[in-house]
T-cell receptor, first 113, second 114 residues
Framework: EPEVTQTPSHQVTQMGQEVILRCVPISNHLYFYWYRQILGQKVEFLVSFYNNEISEKSEIFDDQFSVERPDGSNFTLKIRSTKLEDSAMYFC???????????FGSGTRLTVV | KQEVTQIPAALSVPEGENLVLNCSFTDSAIYNLQWFRQDPGKGLTSLLLIQSSQREQTSGRLNASLDKSSGRSTLYIAASQPGDSATYLCAVSQGRGGSYIPTFGRGTSLIVHP
């Protein structure tokens, strides 16, 4: 069964450093998403991406965050200057179209120290 | 803004019991509803997807129902097993602006003990 692949599985970074989280969505999917889950809390929407542009973003997704689909297969989330409160599990998801199910990756656990 | 609530927040049962997990949502104009399973520290595994026009979906010992007009879905787990221990998440999607963004509940943490 096709999978959404996320790398790395765990990243530790120092506060103020830039991090890039990587995702390879399912190849025929058109809509891509980033979510985060702070330990013990709910899964929260960050951003959706369609047709090479952001289609919607949440209040969490401020100027410190950016997304990119650099080469038609990878989908990246960049955090420019990490804060302690950015520590969370970050999930990438994709779907073929509205009305289809969402496939989530296994997540990247980001720890900011 | 869509709000998704899951009840109960936690459940601990002996093996073999039949279980009902509840999910409610405030805006009934949904596109679909999906149930996920999350093991501790892990990703989200899709269990069942119900389209807005459907009433229920079944997969093995799992059955999910949807009552869109009342804003409710139920996940029924038959003959629970210790391997069912996980957090169960409900996610509701709406087609606003073409984004089809899933909104999650906080989940029900299930422990099935032998």
């Amino acid at each position: 069964e096709p999978e959404v692949t996320q790398t790395p599985s765990h990243q530790v970074t120092q506060m103020g450093q830039e991090v890039i989280l990587r995702c390879v969505p399912i190849s025929n999917h058109l809509y891509f998403y980033w979510y985060r889950q702070i330990l013990g809390q709910k899964v929260e929407f960050l951003v959706s991406f369609y047709n090479n542009e952001i289609s919607e973003k949440s209040e969490i997704f401020d100027d410190q965050f950016s997304v990119e689909r650099p080469d038609g297969s990878n989908f990246t989330l960049k955090i420019r200057s990490t804060k302690l409160e950015d520590s969370a599990m970050y999930f990438c998801a994709s779907t073929q179209a509205g009305g289809y199910g969402y496939t989530f990756g296994s997540g990247t656990r980001l720890t900011v120290v | 803004k869509q709000e998704v609530t899951q009840i109960p927040a936690a459940l601990s049962v002996p093996e073999g019991e039949n279980l009902v997990l509840n999910c409610s949502f405030t805006d009934s104009a949904i596109y679909n509803l999906q149930w996920f399973r999350q093991d501790p520290g892990k990703g989200l595994t899709s269990l069942l997807l119900i389209q807005s026009s459907q009433r229920e979906q079944t997969s093995g010992r799992l059955n999910a129902s949807l009552d869109k007009s009342s804003g409710r879905s139920t996940l029924y787990i038959a003959a629970s097993q210790p391997g069912d221990s996980a957090t169960y998440l409900c996610a509701v999607s709406q087609g606003r602006g073409g984004s089809y963004i899933p909104t999650f509940g906080r989940g029900t943490s299930l422990i099935v003990h032998p």
